[in-house]
DNA sequence: TTGTATGCGTTATCAG
DNA sequence: CTGATAACGCATACAA
């Protein structure tokens, strides 16, 4: 009964197989090598149930093929699906994923840069809010909707671009007055681009709207004050409604079904985001759909290419609108 | 300007200094040390710019504080809430978490394990599907819904008491005649005790009830037939019923719309998990909740134990009803 | 093609 | 309490 007595190492099989220490490693990682020594290597292996080591790899190689995933949580349904996404990328190019959630904790988010490092992490994949995050030098860097430098990799959707449809959408379904809600947060982010979009388009095509901008930590408090403000003798001035994301507008539709207001007979309602029930039943609301998958592939293959120069510095990806029962385009 | 030149190592600290390299360690190891020498390589530490490299630890201390986590996705919200409250878990025992999505692909799963191990993980937690899990034997190994050994330990909420709960609560809430309908894996899991719990509890109370298993592959469909079989001259023949899990029945109560069944004034729905709309918004059905923090706090803290010999072979955390819209209760 | 020897950065032992 | 030195398991340049 030898069991885990002592760990079974390259040396070990090699003396058993009797070859070189050199050979063993080579057969281990497919290159070339004669017939006959392979298959005593892979019977020795196999004899003395010989498991790989990857930290002596990491510590000789300076390697871990893991990269490192810093992110809110995965709690909000847009997180899970982007992780997802993530996650099936990276395996397909060999890669671990280690995650890192911060809670929206900007210390944190600079502790997980850090203890990547540290860790030797081939690369960072971040959507951060810390707008002094410390973006260390030697390492491949990409961050999600936050552009930091020319030198720092941003993928995004077209923000821009979304907010754009939502008002022509909006027009093209019969409303005359709309209003865009959006939580802008400190940093100017991509994301604020949505509401940039909105407005440019509905002064272009002579729509009357208006912006409202709140600050992130009470969005849907400060949604239904402006709603209520504008609710006069059992209605709503807007008869149109961009919201931010779609957890911020599925929250509206909420406070508007508690104000007597209909969905959307009375009021249309367009998010962003493109999040399904259950990931695969249908949207929650009428959304303009992020392309989750694309910016996922983008990432990671940024993430992991030699290039580190003259890569692209903002990568913005289309969008598209989805119907999700708040319009009226059934 | 000298930038990566080369990487500052623990001896060029020492150097620099003028201590010795094990002096070096134990200050970065906040190990007893002569307050002047603590000084001297900390100075030293910060002018060369030392960073404290793992892969090093790891393969001289073959351990990695970093525990691999095995579970299908993160898209099912039952499982991004296990993912969150695990990894808060293991970050507050200064551990890493590492992520593997299984997809319910049962070959992945092993290869999961395998490649944790590669990786010299310290601990793997596993919620899987595969009946034959290939479970390692020198590195501590925790279940998460699945009893395969009294060596493995296995996290599990009281299923059995859960399904007693949801047929208690459904004859408090007026039901005359109820079904439960569970999706069963062929490998008898812990949740299938809640069809048991259901069934021993229904026959206690002499309250005719009746239990709908069906295979995994197409659980709805099987179910909509099931209550299509048990709809006659436009009444359902249950008016209470009892869902294996939230997603579930909220798929159930779609189809029970469909056909003109009002939930909860026809029949009232109780589900198991205790899923929240965006996580805080109130239960999606009513529901028997899963003490999910409970489960991640007992898997990081048996994982992470020392005493692999003497742990519970099962441990049963205790559930409670919630209030969801699907019941007459409100 | 195969074999040998060296070093990656850290921890731990053991003698001062 | 400090300092020199030997592993840990692997990859690779170089010699055969």
């Known amino acids: 009964m030898n069991s885990d007595r002592k760990t079974v190492t390259m040396l070990d099989v090699a003396r058993e197989a009797g070859v070189a220490l050199g050979t063993v490693s080579k057969v281990i990682n497919h290159q070339p090598v004669g017939e006959k020594y392979r298959k005593k290597v892979q019977d020795a292996a196999q004899r003395l149930g010989y498991q790989y080591n990857a930290t002596g790899k990491a510590l000789r190689t300076n390697r871990t093929d893991m990269i490192a995933v810093i992110i809110p949580n995965t709690v909000n349904p847009y997180f899970a699906l982007l992780v997802h996404y993530l996650n099936l990328e990276l395996e397909k190019r060999n890669n671990k994923m280690l995650l890192c959630f911060t ?34 030098e030697g390492i491949p860097f990409v961050t999600i909707d936050r552009f930091f430098s020319s030198s720092v990799p941003c993928v995004a959707s077209d923000n821009f671009g979304g907010g754009v449809l939502a008002a022509k959408k909006l027009k093209e379904l019969g409303c005359r007055k709309i209003a865009m809600l959006f939580t802008g947060s400190p940093l100017t982010s ?8 909105f407005a440019s388009c509905s002064i272009e095509m002579g729509m009357p709207f208006e912006v409202k901008v709140v600050p992130p930590d009470h969005p849907i408090e400060d949604y239904g004050a402006f709603l209520r403000e504008h609710f006069r003798e059992g209605r709503l001035e807007f008869d149109g409604l961009f919201v931010g994301t779609d957890q911020q507008a599925w929250e509206v539709i909420q406070i508007l079904k508690e104000m007597g207001v209909r969905v959307p007979e009375d009021v249309q309602v367009i998010g962003f985001d493109g999040i399904e029930m259950f990931g695969n039943h249908g949207y929650i609301v009428s959304t303009i759909v992020q392309p989750v998958r694309e910016i996922a592939e983008v990432c990671a293959s ?16 289309p969008v598209r609108y989805a119907y999700g029962g708040t319009t009226r385009d059934a």
Chains 1, 2 share one sequence.
């Open 302 to 317: 940024l993430v992991l290419s030699d290039e580190r120069s003259r890569q692209p510095s903002l990568v913005c990806l």
């Open 190 to 197: 991509e994301p604020s681009k949505r509401k940039d979009g």
């Open 103 to 136: 809670e929206y904790d900007r210390s944190r988010e600079n502790e997980f840069i850090e203890m990547a490092q540290l860790n030797r992490v081939d690369g960072i994949i971040a959507l951060t809010y810390n707008p002094k995050l410390s973006i260390p």
